[in-house]
């Protein structure tokens, strides 16, 4: 290639290079035959060859060609930015937790699920790393199995994988005795299970367990393993050990109550890494965590933007030394650690020269006493609201709607953190919601309001949950839910999930609830009011539920009432994709675009999950995160309008303001509820409350 590009340099010219009897260049190519050889290579992907015969000349110039296009700069060759930010967020992770390696997958990706990537990419780590001789300890997990499944070949003997748990006989096909099987398949190497179960019934049973001769001698092959492959799950309703059965016989609440964020092997640990004690450790049979730690290399393969705590905590405890994850949870790993990433468009460069800060120090607020904020504007909102919602009782945290509950209708109760009103209590009255519990800024409400609350709107028929799908609001609700029912109030619970952003699709149900439970109250408070009985009720609140999809983009920062400084720095060119409404950053960053742009990107992640066809119908919200002013809005509103029209997508229904907050952030969400004709009827039936009328 050198010697060619060196003889066009010397002055083999394009016309004296095209006397080879080639025939003319196509119209449509001008007079460039650097065009036509540039475009026939890059863009219809011809071998040089069939390049050379269909110009007529050879393949040496054809080699000279292309080398002198990408020198004149006709063909410009770059990395994809996803590509680019991966090895970026690579390089930090490594550096900044002190791990032999790390392998990180981009985020988006159009023909593979998450976990398939993640397999992938496990599967070649674990081809660089194994060596003839290895034992290779392996945990269970959907992406352990996606890794087996997913291993080249190898050309390896003597290998042996050991089962790094005890088995069960639950039904999920990634189970330690499937995963451990499929590993050694993908090796070609000797297998070696527990032969007992994960979980017993006692410490005493454990003890005899171990003391068993088999399982003493397969516990001694695991402590021969000099390689570890395990995934790690989250402390959410949708992870493993949530959905698996593994840990059916094990209340979780006790873990979540004493700060567990996530599970490794088994074993529950905090946000430093820490074991967390509780009913299970003298009750499991399998690895240890000390004995974990001790293995040469371990290798994690995890992935999920849900997934960052839980990560962040195995890295802090010195669990992983390589990391195989993808780059927006990688992102939020360096983030949620205080690590602030690099700016790729040189960013950076660009704040050391402006001149002042752009950053603000000091966000003003109309605050008395920063730590009775959330006081104060419930005792003003229920002045503002008297028409609608009274305190329940004496609690300061318990509302109930004056014309809602009644005998032989189900109730509804909301409720999560205060921050971001509207929502919840202005959503409180006639065809909505019955009751609402409100908690601390951005927290969840204990236990003893929302139990207030379903004793409130229980009109004999059982009570309906309705909530985001935060594991603090899932653990203080569903300890109110078994408080409920020992006072005889049945209680059903639907979590939102809307935010496509923060997990992938077949994690579905690990999704956030965002601003798209606006919707989904709607139609639970419809259904409720038209006296549909507890299961049609929570079926149709589902159904909503699954068909609602959310996308948030913000371009500053909220700020607490206690600091009253931005919750996170973002650059004057930046902006931040896939936001929640708790203040934290996106799931990623991404290059400020127009408002349309933005609103391209978001309905097309829309429209590839919610699968509509011309003539169908839907509801749109676009929210305002608290600092958005309307004009904004409506612009954003003009483009979605256009791209659904476009499509042939009906709008029924639609509402443009901030009807759920973050504060004082500037930002946006777009929420696209698709219709059928039950959910059309229950978004159009009559609903009074402060903050929604239909």
């Not at 006397?19 to 003319?24: F, I, K, L, R, V």
């Not at 937790?97 to 990419?121: Q, T």
């Not at 050991?162 to 190497?189: D, H, K, W």
């Amino acid at each position: 290639m050198t010697s060619s590009a060196t003889t066009a340099r010397k002055g083999t010219s394009a016309k004296a290079a095209m006397t080879e009897g080639q025939p003319a260049i196509p119209l449509r190519y001008g007079d460039d035959p650097y065009v036509w050889a540039c475009w026939l290579y890059y863009e219809e992907g011809m071998t040089q060859g069939e390049i050379a015969d269909a110009m007529g000349i050879s393949r040496a110039t054809v080699n000279s060609y292309l080398a002198e296009a990408r020198e004149r700069g006709i063909v410009n060759i770059s990395l994809e930015p996803a590509r680019l930010a991966s090895i970026t967020v690579a390089q930090e992770l490594k550096q900044h937790f002190g791990l032999d390696d790390c392998l990180i997958v981009p985020s988006e990706e159009a023909n593979l699920s998450l976990i398939d990537r993640l397999g992938l990419a496990g599967g070649q780590a674990l081809a660089r790393i194994m060596k003839s001789g290895d034992t290779l300890a392996v945990v269970w997990g959907r992406t352990v199995l996606s890794v087996a499944e997913q291993m080249p070949v190898l050309p390896l003997q003597d290998v042996t994988v050991v089962q790094a748990t005890g088995g069960t006989t639950a039904g999920f096909a990634y189970t330690p005795e499937l995963c451990a099987a499929a590993m050694a398949r993908a090796l070609s190497a000797r297998s070696v299970g527990i032969s007992a179960p994960a979980i017993v019934g006692t410490s005493e049973t454990r003890d005899l367990f171990m003391q068993e001769r088999l399982i003493a001698e397969q516990f001694t092959m695991l402590d021969k393993a000099n390689r570890a492959l395990f995934g790690i799950s989250s402390m959410r309703p949708n992870s493993t050990i949530h959905t698996s059965g593994f840990f059916e016989t094990v209340s979780l609440q006790h873990y979540l109550a004493k700060g567990a964020v996530g599970v490794v092997a088994g074993r529950f640990i905090d946000e430093g890494g820490r074991a967390v004690s509780g009913p299970l450790e003298d009750r499991l049979i399998g690895i240890s965590l000390d004995a974990l730690s001790r293995i040469g290399t371990r290798i994690a393969v995890a992935g999920g933007f849900d997934k960052v705590p839980a990560l962040l905590a195995a890295l802090r405890g010195g669990y992983v030394s390589v990391l195989i994850t993808d780059a927006a949870t990688g992102a939020g790993i360096l983030r949620a650690d205080g690590r602030p990433m690099p700016d790729l468009r040189g960013l950076q460069k660009q704040r050391a020269a402006a001149a002042p800060s752009f950053s603000r120090t000091y966000v003003k607020k109309f605050l008395n006493n920063p730590d009775r904020v959330v006081e104060e504007m419930l005792e003003g909102a229920t002045k503002a609201h008297a028409r609608f919602i009274k305190p329940i009782g004496a609690s300061t945290r318990a509302f109930v709607a004056l014309d809602g509950p009644r005998q032989g209708k189900v109730g509804l109760v909301i409720g999560g953190g205060s921050g971001h009103e509207p929502c919840f209590l202005g959503y409180v009255g006639k065809g909505l919601a019955d009751a609402v519990a409100v908690g601390n800024v951005f927290s969840s409400p204990p236990p003893d309001p929302i139990v207030d609350c379903a004793l409130a709107a229980s009109g004999g028929e059982g009570v309906l949950f309705v909530y985001g799908n935060y594991a603090g609001d899932v653990m203080n609700f569903e300890m109110a839910a078994e408080m409920a029912a020992e006072q005889g109030v049945a209680v059903r619970t639907v979590l939102t999930t809307d935010d496509i952003a923060s997990s992938p699709i077949e994690d579905r149900h690990g999704r956030r609830g965002v601003a798209g439970n606006v919707l989904t109250f709607k139609i639970a408070g419809a259904a409720c009011d038209l006296g549909m009985n507890l299961d049609a009720c929570e079926a149709v609140t589902r159904r909503a539920n699954e068909r609602t999809y959310t996308v948030g983009v913000a371009l500053e920062a909220c700020s607490m009432p206690q600091t009253r400084r931005p919750n996170f720095d973002i650059g004057p060119n930046d902006m931040e994709v896939g936001m929640g409404i708790h203040g934290e950053p996106g799931v990623r960053r991404d290059s400020l675009r127009s408002a349309d742009e933005i609103v391209d990107a978001i309905m097309d992640k829309i429209f590839a999950e919610m699968k509509a066809e011309r003539g169908d119908r839907v509801a749109v919200l676009v929210n305002s995160f608290g600092a958005t002013p309307m004009m904004e809005l409506y612009i954003l509103y003009r483009r979605v309008e256009q791209r659904l029209t476009a499509k042939g997508i009906e709008i029924e229904m639609n509402w443009v303001g901030p009807y759920c907050t973050s504060m004082d952030m500037v930002g946006a969400s777009i929420s696209v509820l698709h219709l059928d004709k039950e959910l059309t009827e229950l978004l159009r039936h009559p609903c009074e409350t402060a903050a929604l009328h239909v």
